[in-house]
């Protein structure tokens, strides 16, 4: 494991990165794989990645500083809990897995600069990264160019299917458009407020959500507005709203200014058990700063919250506790995040290889019947078949779910009439 820096334990949104990995894990919830003799390198490795007889490593690439640090933290903590169970279980193709973290600062243009530097000099096998759509951006020409493997956790906008990327959280049908279905039939959404952070995700996010208020359930959108990222003043936009009155505030604001957000909201005397609030961009992890006194009442549209009630997901949640402490909490992209080391691992033993072109060639089809979300299987399109689910927030913190789609959604990135 490579020397850490400890960014973000300053923060006081989030004390718990680096909290130690002492404890193993309950590992019952794990698939069991028979460890035989590890294969030679030389036959599962021919593209020269860091890969040894013993070991082969990864690289971990989020922003554990700057105003996204508040969403990245959970995904880092999740994706190093995957790491430790899979070592204690004997690692990938008989190697453990060794790690190097880089701290994209938030910053998009450090974010490419830290993947090259994974994939050129470090030679990583894959990497597990990015949180917002625009740090992705940023990293997919160089993940092709160099022809590495990206596992990106966070619902996104789709748009978007790359060779070099597998992506396990949801894009726009099994968020958007599965949520925006559901408010508008249970709480006769009509009239909609839509408000974002200013970057490719909010905007495109807002305009397939456009489409589909006013082309598919007859609705309108009384206004639409977005902000910088680390924005914190929202009265006026606060103001707008309380002027027009929308049935349904649809909100995609990220990172750090979800605490001036909300916080505003309450103060200006927005009761949102009255008013119907859904968002898309709010997890657990968001709720810890934001406090649930401050959002208690809204809705959330994501496939996984950490009050689930499945067996997969009591062992999860009870290993990510033992590991980074009691009082942490777990968030929609911190699951998917969980999901990319053992997604990685199950395509590299099927493919019999650490060769990227071999693994992308592979992941169609791979299942992990242990996810704490239920199960997932990746689709020839590198996306992942999930359930859509709204929760709404409580006081302390955690998500009460209220619906779920009976069945899996078929990932379809490039939805028709969308683009």
Same mark, same amino acid.
């Given at each position: 494991?490579? #020397? =850490? ?10 004390? @718990? ?15 069991? /794989? ?22 082969? /490593? ?37 190697? @453990?897995?060794?790690?190097?973290? =880089?701290?994209?600062? *938030? ?25 917002? *759509? ?17 596992? &990106?956790?966070?619902?996104? =906008?789709?748009? =978007? ?6 992506? /396990?959280?949801?894009?726009? /049908? ?9 408010? *508008? ?28 208020? !006013? ?10 507005? &977005? ?16 002027? +027009? ?20 909201? @309450? ?13 898309? *961009?709010?997890?657990? #992890? ?6 649930? !006194? ?80 239920? &199960? ?28 779920? +789609? ?9 939805? @028709?009439?969308?683009?």
């Amino acid at each position: 494991m490579s #020397d =850490e820096k400890k960014p973000g334990l300053q923060s006081p949104l989030r004390r @718990k990165l680096l909290m130690g990995m002492a404890a193993l894990p309950a590992m019952s919830m794990l698939p069991r /794989t028979s460890f035989a003799q590890a294969p030679a390198t030389s036959a599962i490795n021919t593209t020269g990645l860091a890969v040894t007889d013993t070991e082969v /490593t990864v690289g971990i690439l989020h922003s554990v500083t700057g105003t996204m640090a508040i969403s990245e933290t959970g995904s880092v903590q999740a994706e190093k809990l995957a790491i430790d169970q899979i070592n204690a279980m004997g690692g990938v193709l008989g190697r @453990k897995i060794k790690f190097i973290q =880089e701290d994209g600062a *938030s910053d998009w243009p450090t974010f490419a600069e830290k993947a090259k530097k994974l994939l050129v000099n470090d030679k990583v096998a894959a990497i597990m990264g990015c949180w917002t *759509s625009a740090s992705r951006k940023a990293v997919l020409p160089v993940m092709e160019q160099y022809n590495g493997m990206l596992y &990106y956790p966070t619902f996104y =906008e789709g748009l =978007e299917q790359s060779k070099n990327v597998i992506y /396990t959280g949801q894009e726009a /049908t099994q968020q958007i458009l599965a949520g925006l279905d559901w408010v *508008s039939k249970t709480k006769n959404g009509k009239s909609f407020y839509l408000i974002g952070s200013d970057y490719i995700w909010p905007r495109t996010s807002m305009k397939i959500a456009r489409k589909h208020i !006013e082309g598919k359930l007859g609705g309108k959108v009384s206004g639409e507005e &977005y902000f910088p990222l680390g924005h914190t003043q929202f009265n006026s936009v606060i103001n707008k709203i309380k002027l +027009t009155k929308p049935d349904v505030i649809y909100a995609a604001v990220v990172g750090g200014s979800n605490v001036a957000f909300y916080k505003q909201l @309450k103060a200006a005397g927005i009761d949102l058990s009255k008013q119907t609030m859904l968002t898309i *961009s709010v997890t657990e #992890d968001e709720i810890d700063g934001i406090g649930g !006194e401050n959002i208690a009442g809204a809705y959330a549209c994501m496939k996984y919250f950490q009050s689930l009630d499945n067996p997969n997901n009591k062992e999860f949640v009870a290993a990510f506790k033992k590991m980074w402490g009691e009082k942490t909490v777990i968030g929609d992209v911190t699951q998917a995040a969980y999901l990319g080391p053992w997604l990685w691992k199950m395509t590299v033993e099927k493919a019999g290889s650490f060769d990227v072109d071999k693994i992308a060639a592979a992941s169609a089809g791979i299942e992990f019947t242990k996810a704490p979300e239920g &199960y997932v299987k990746i689709h020839p399109n590198h996306h992942l078949w999930s359930k859509a689910r709204v929760g709404q927030a409580q006081l302390d913190g955690q998500f009460k779910v209220v619906y779920e +789609t009976p069945e899996l959604i078929e990932p379809d990135p490039f939805p @028709k009439g969308y683009q």
